[in-house]
């Protein structure tokens, strides 16, 4: 008989420290391993970091990890920070990002979300709800096999 898994979600306050991400994403594997979903760690790891990085380099305050479950077998992964503009292209699925020099060391972070997420976005107030300013950037992956 098969059971079903109450819905959950983790959320990691994080200061503005270059550990920071790191400390994330093993919060991220050790949630994965908790869950059963292993299978999801490589997509979901490489989504985190990339949405990590970016409130890392761009923001200069606190920003929090979320992660929650998505139906059917899946992982929801969110990073908060405190500035309300979106990155290039992250609310607009028909922007084309220019491509990156293949020299330079950034510049692929959303082409990576876009060919790695099932669906990706952001979210920004008042869709966040309550007091918290800021944006809400999101990425979701499913386990291939239950596809």
């Known amino acids: 008989m098969a059971t079903v898994s109450p819905p959950w979600s983790y959320t990691l306050q994080l200061p503005h420290d270059p550990r920071a991400p790191g400390i994330a994403r093993a919060t991220l594997r050790t949630v994965l391993v908790a869950h059963d979903l292993t299978e999801?760690?490589?997509t979901a790891e490489l989504l985190a970091s990339e949405l990590l990085t970016n409130a890392h380099l761009h923001t200069k305050g606190p920003y929090a990890l979320r992660l929650r479950s998505s139906?059917?077998?899946g992982l929801y992964v969110a990073v908060w920070d405190s500035d309300p503009?979106?990155?290039p292209g992250f609310g607009d699925a028909t922007y084309v990002p220019p491509e990156?020099?293949?020299e330079?060391?950034?510049g692929r972070?959303?082409?990576?979300v876009r060919a790695c997420a099932d669906a990706w976005g952001a979210s920004v107030p008042p869709e966040l709800g309550g007091s918290?300013?800021?944006k809400l950037l999101w990425a979701e992956c499913?386990?291939?096999a239950l596809r």
């Open 109 to 112: 972070g959303l082409h990576l």
């Open 85 to 87: 503009r979106l990155p």
């Open 142 to 144: 499913q386990c291939n």
């Open 71 to 73: 139906e059917p077998h």
């Open 104 to 106: 330079a060391e950034n």
């Open 100 to 102: 990156a020099a293949p």
């Open 132 to 134: 918290e300013e800021g």
């Open 40 to 42: 999801l760690t490589p």
